[in-house]
């Protein structure tokens, strides 16, 4: 089955700068990557998703690049802001979206 | 973007007791939902998934006899935890999927579940 790894674990950075993670995956028939935004005692909630015939996906101050013949993608967050530190899951999805495969999580911390 | 409601949020319960837990679709139906679990600091693991009218389908090494799921209309799923233990403390979380094909998956906020 398909494993993706996320990392760094932990990610503290100063107000204003950026701060990017990434997740790598093994099957080559993953075509689907969200990005999920989770808060203390809450659902995760997307924040922004890439499809596998897309390099590269920008929503204001958040984007997503995939590199599939690498099989990685990161997600890039610029001009952080405190309300930005919460866990972050990169996610996986099969061909048939049958499934989400996510990784460990990284907890960002953005210092005022 | 959809709603996806998890109810309740919180709830302790005596060990060997049940517990139900409640998946809704507001605004959108879901023929796919998901039940995931979540240990403190950790990511999300898939437990099962549901299809509506259907039997869930478990994932290796969850009792299915001991988490109960049934999806009996279209934006309603619910997990039942049964004779429920200490070790099954923990934060479940539901998610739905719109449509057959389509890909977002909408979260619903959890359920924090506490065995004593």
């Known amino acids: 089955g398909e494993n993706v790894e996320q990392h760094p674990s932990t990610l503290s950075v100063q107000e204003g700068d950026s701060a990017v993670i990434k997740c790598t995956y093994s099957?080559?028939?993953?075509?689907?990557f969200p990005w999920y935004k989770q808060e203390l005692g809450k659902g995760p909630q997307l924040i922004i998703d890439i499809r596998s015939n897309v390099g590269e996906k920008k929503d204001q101050r958040i984007a997503v690049t995939l590199n599939k013949t690498a099989k990685h993608f990161s997600l890039h967050i610029t001009e952080t802001q405190p309300e930005d530190s919460a866990v972050y899951f990169c996610?996986?999805?099969?061909?048939?979206?049958?499934?989400?495969?996510f990784g460990s999580g990284t907890k960002l911390n953005v210092k005022p | 973007g959809a709603v996806v409601s998890q109810h309740p949020s919180r709830v302790i319960c005596k060990s060997g007791t049940s517990v139900k837990i409640e998946c809704r679709s507001l605004?959108?139906?879901?023929?796919?939902m998901f039940w995931y679990r979540q240990f403190p600091k950790q990511s999300l693991m898939l437990m099962a998934t549901?299809?509506?009218?259907?039997?869930?389908?478990?994932e290796q090494g969850v009792e299915k006899d001991k988490f109960l799921i049934n999806h009996a209309s279209l934006t309603l799923s619910t997990l039942t935890v049964t004779s429920a233990h200490p070790e099954d403390s923990s934060f479940y979380i539901c998610?739905?999927?719109?449509?057959?094909?389509?890909?977002?998956?909408?979260f619903g906020q959890g359920t924090r579940l506490t065995v004593v």
């Open positions: 099957d080559s028939a993953s075509n689907y």
């Open positions: 996610a996986a999805s099969d061909y048939n979206f049958n499934k989400f495969y």
């Open positions: 605004d959108f139906q879901a023929t796919t």
């Open positions: 549901s299809n509506e009218g259907s039997k869930a389908t478990y």
């Open positions: 998610s739905a999927r719109r449509g057959q094909r389509n890909t977002e998956a909408f």
